[in-house]
């Protein structure tokens, strides 16, 4: 950073203590996590200075022979981490990514089934103030609210009576595992196509420590950010009939140029993702997100569904009298950062919530193991069950900060 403290000291200076910020606390949402340096260099790369709009050996610029070779290289290694025949690395984030797909599945106003926002869902999944809901006919499914989980019975009979073209699976705070093949035969029953949005697990399902909808389901979209740890991006994997339309849909569909030095980053990324340590990886996210689920539930805090299949889980802190707004403010204060979330059954807005999201992919990233758990719940547990007690959260922010320095902000 020798260079931007030269040129550009404020935007150096809040670089630095947002640095700060990651070294010293626990980052415990489940969507964000930490890229290595190997990706940092190639997102900071001057493959930024290009226009190149088109695909490999079709561009509308001179000039992209290395361009071609790193989206080259992108695209076959996404499609050998997941044993997908094509794959798309243009998108920019996972809601393009969705975005594309349904431009090649639908017309405006055809009938899209997906999980509502509330119980799960992404707002790329037909929120209404999203684009996907501004645009389709859209009916959602939810969780069961007795076991809190997907009742793939009750999702056939909503698609018999709402005929979809399109239904989406995957979510952002479910906490059990998704069966694809049940979304595919329920799809097939009616004569619909399934996208599988993999954004949270894709490093889950590359892996095999989730299944893996590739080859399952017609399409996959995904982030490369989340469980993937690479950059902020989308992708899209699907079948060799399907590549030209998706193609197509994402560019001139929907983008200009691609971006790409996060396309350089995502093959790096992906080369990382081959390796066994990353498997390690994947199961560690895991185990993790048991162990603190476990501490959690011996502490009388009530968990949605009751636990927890991957790396995230969900607290209903409605018995202990808090709302979820309070609940991450008092967090953040002592050094612990989480997302407040709407739980099944939701009786708050949004903004306030009942529950609490909590994941494992950065702090596992860091370093940390399953004996380190425990100390982490008992943090949030102490937190939450008194969280006006500022003496007590002001002594949890020093530990929580000694603690965090021991486990690098990188990699290995
Ligand atoms: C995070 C997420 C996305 C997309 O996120 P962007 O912020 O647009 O990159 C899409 N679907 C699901 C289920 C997600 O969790």
């Known amino acids: 950073m020798s260079y931007l403290g030269d040129t550009d000291s404020e935007i150096a200076d809040i670089i630095e203590k947002e640095r700060l910020r990651q070294l010293n606390g626990l980052e415990l949402i489940a969507s964000e996590n930490l890229v290595s340096r190997a990706v940092l260099e190639a997102m900071g790369s001057i493959m930024t200075n290009k226009y190149a709009e088109g695909y490999?050996?079709?561009?509308?610029?001179?000039?992209?022979?290395?361009?071609?070779?790193?989206?080259?290289?992108?695209?076959?290694?996404?499609?050998?981490?997941?044993?997908?025949?094509?794959?798309?690395?243009?998108?920019?984030?996972?809601?393009?990514?969705?975005?594309?797909?349904?431009f090649g599945?639908?017309?405006?106003?055809?009938?899209?089934?997906?999980?509502?926002?509330?119980?799960?869902?992404?707002?790329?999944?037909?929120?209404?103030?999203?684009?996907?809901?501004r645009l389709f006919n859209v009916t959602h499914y939810g969780v069961d609210l007795k076991t809190e989980t997907l009742d793939y019975g009750v999702i056939e009979e909503i698609a018999r009576k709402s005929r979809p073209k399109v239904i989406v699976c995957g979510a952002s705070a479910y906490p059990r595992n998704i069966d694809?093949?049940?979304?595919?035969?329920?799809?097939?029953?009616?004569?619909?196509?399934?996208?599988?949005?993999i954004a949270h697990i894709a490093g889950l399902c590359a892996t095999g420590v989730h299944q893996s909808p590739v080859n399952i389901v017609d399409f996959t979209t995904t982030t490369t950010h989340k469980t993937l740890r690479g950059p902020r991006g989308g992708a899209i994997l699907c079948r060799k009939e399907d590549a030209q339309n998706i193609d197509k849909q994402v560019f001139p569909g929907m983008q200009g140029g691609p971006l790409m030095h996060i396309i350089a980053a995502k093959a790096v990324c992906f080369k990382e993702a081959q390796k066994p340590s990353f498997r390690d990886y994947n199961i560690q996210i895991v185990k993790n997100s048991k162990a603190l689920a476990e501490c959690l539930i011996e502490n009388e805090i009530r968990l949605i569904s009751g636990g927890t299949d991957n790396h995230l889980m969900l607290l209903d802190l409605s018995s202990l009298g808090l709302t979820g707004l309070e609940a991450e403010i008092a967090l953040g204060k002592a050094g612990i950062t989480v997302n407040k979330n709407t739980i099944p059954n939701e009786q708050r807005s949004p903004f306030v919530t009942s529950g609490l999201r909590i994941g494992t992919p950065t702090?596992?990233?860091?370093?940390?193991?399953?004996?380190?758990?425990?100390?982490?719940?008992?943090?949030?547990?102490?937190?939450?069950?008194?969280?006006?007690?500022?003496f007590e959260i002001n002594r949890i922010k020093t530990e929580v900060t000694e603690f965090s320095k021991k486990f690098p902000l990188y990699p290995e």
Request: glycine fraction near 10%; include cysteine; hydrophobic fraction near 35%.
């Open 180 to 197: 694809f093949k049940a979304f595919q035969e329920i799809a097939e029953g009616v004569g619909a196509r399934v996208v599988a949005d």
């Open 363 to 390: 702090i596992t990233t860091r370093g940390m193991k399953e004996q380190d758990m425990p100390i982490i719940g008992e943090w949030i547990t102490t937190v939450l069950r008194d969280v006006n007690n500022n």
């Open 56 to 102: 490999p050996g079709k561009r509308y610029y001179g000039g992209c022979e290395f361009h071609d070779m790193a989206e080259n290289l992108a695209r076959e290694r996404l499609n050998s981490l997941f044993g997908s025949e094509h794959s798309n690395v243009q998108p920019h984030s996972g809601t393009q990514a969705n975005m594309a797909v349904y």
């Open 105 to 133: 599945c639908m017309n405006v106003r055809d009938p899209l089934l997906s999980m509502s926002l509330a119980q799960g869902g992404h707002l790329s999944h037909g929120s209404p103030v999203n684009f996907s809901g």
